[in-house]
């Protein structure tokens, strides 16, 4: 079984200037939606601006490093992120993703978060948001 993480940040809002996010912050965004524009194989509009941010790290550490590379990233602007909040979304996000082989319909992963992680939730005053996604591979019969 392998398991793999990542960690990001989404401001999502109405009429968000994206780009003064980007310079505010001084980072470059992993991805950018705006309001109107399709998205997708069914060319579904998005019904809100966002911008969103995970960094890049190598290998597959913990995710404390996940959250700590977020965190040193954003950690200069936390009072620009909590005045942002007034009027947008922004939320923080873990995404695990494990595969396992198949030995039955009960999955088991777990991992910890340290402190040093939940610090950025608590700074931002935002939940932590947990998706987790399991990539079955059928049994190898012998």
Known sequence: ?????SASLFIKGD??????I??????TPTNLSRKGERYGHAQTLYDFDGWYYAPKIDGSPP??????????????????????????????????????LWF??????????????MRLFTELEIPCRVFVTIKERAKQNA
């Not at 079984?1 to 993480?5: V, Y």
């Open 104 to 117: 039955g319909k009960d999955y088991h992963t777990s991992f910890d978060v340290g402190c040093q992680g």
């Open 63 to 100: 995710i404390d490093a996940h959250l700590a590379a977020l965190s040193d990233a954003v950690r200069p602007h936390i009072q620009y992120l909590r005045d942002l909040k007034q009027r947008c979304e922004i939320s923080v996000s873990i995404h695990i993703q494990t595969s396992s």
């Open 22 to 27: 980007s310079r505010t912050l001084g980072l």
């Open 15 to 20: 009429s968000l200037d994206l780009d003064e």
């Open 1 to 5: 079984m392998s398991t793999h993480f």
